[in-house]
């Protein structure tokens, strides 16, 4: 009667480990997929960011170059 106790309690400690691990690997899969869709989210955010970054570069640029306050220094050493 007691190796049968004790074989009963080895299959379910066996199977509550399972069950656990199983948990456990599905928690992770979840995390694993989150962290996934945030670093695509960032990614994503990072292609626009930088878009936007040309785009006022080169209006920054063309202000620049349309102003005579940033102009080279050049002209300034041929009045002399």
Do not use: C, H, P, W
Not at 10 to 25: A, D, G
Not at 34 to 40: A, F
Request: zero cysteines.
């Amino acid at each position: 009667i007691m190796s049968s106790e004790l074989d009963g309690d080895m299959e379910n400690q066996v199977e509550f480990e399972k069950t656990r691990l199983i948990n456990q690997v599905l928690e992770l899969q979840n995390t694993l997929e989150d962290l996934s869709s945030r670093v695509d989210a960032v990614k994503e955010e990072n292609l626009k960011l930088k878009s936007e970054n040309q785009v006022l570069g080169q209006y920054i640029e063309n202000l620049m170059s349309a102003s005579s306050v940033f102009q080279t220094t050049d002209s300034k050493g041929k009045r002399k």
